[in-house]
């Protein structure tokens, strides 16, 4: 597939930039963005001081305001003027690609049980390995602990969950909306990236071979 192709070569495959790079010449590439990278450090900085998600997102809010846009190729903005969220926080924190990687979900066709995958990225790291794996850690603790942390795995069962993918080839994960059915049951919403952070936490620590 060109899409896991491109993502072996070290390269993104198509999207936006997370929060803190910019796309570079080459397609599918990243660059740091000087301007935005210290908010990214910020994030995992106060993360590994001890700051819960909850407690992250007000510093950043009396630090920083809002979310910067983000820059697309052309130039134009996207994004951006909102608080940071607790939920915003983790998404960052979640994201391996801050410290070198780049991933792919995949399927098996005959149980479509999906995988994650990682490969070395092209681009360079805003933060270590080590502080990745010490800030997931962290959000996973909090979670056994119960600190006012939202249920992380979710029950419901998505029939076209490992089927369904985005224009650029990837999986479509699955959440709840939170909105109320004609019985008054309200849907919790779901979080799944935590559980893929997770997953590449124990492939990375796995021995070679």
């Not at 608080?83 to 995949?106: D, K």
């Not at 098996?108 to 360079?124: A, C, I, R, T, Y």
């Not at 419901?156 to 709840?176: D, H, I, P, Q, W």
Request: aromatic share 12%; net charge positive.
């Amino acid at each position: 597939m060109k899409y896991i192709q491109s993502l072996k070569n070290g390269y993104m495959c198509g999207g936006v930039r997370p929060l803190g790079y910019i796309s570079g010449a080459k397609p599918g590439s990243a660059i740091i963005d000087k301007k935005n990278a210290p908010i990214i450090k910020d994030i995992f900085k106060f993360c590994l001081e001890g700051y819960r998600p909850s407690e992250i997102a007000n510093e950043m809010n009396f630090k920083h305001h809002t979310v910067p846009a983000r820059k697309l190729r052309d130039g134009s903005l996207i994004g951006g003027g909102k608080s940071f969220s607790e939920n915003y926080i983790r998404t960052v924190i979640l994201n391996p690609f801050y410290c070198g990687y780049v991933y792919a979900t995949l399927a098996n066709p005959n149980s479509l049980q999906v995988e994650h995958e990682l490969f070395d990225g092209k681009h360079d790291a805003i933060i270590t390995k080590e502080e990745w794996q010490k800030a997931v850690n962290l959000l996973k603790s909090y979670n056994k602990e119960g600190h006012n942390y939202p249920q992380i795995r979710d029950t419901g069962k998505y029939l076209l969950k490992g089927v369904l993918r985005c224009n650029c080839g990837s999986f479509m994960s699955a959440a709840s909306t939170g909105k109320v059915d004609d019985n008054g049951e309200k849907y919790r919403a779901s979080e799944v990236r935590i559980e893929l952070a997770f997953f590449f936490q124990k492939k990375m620590s796995r021995p070679n071979g």
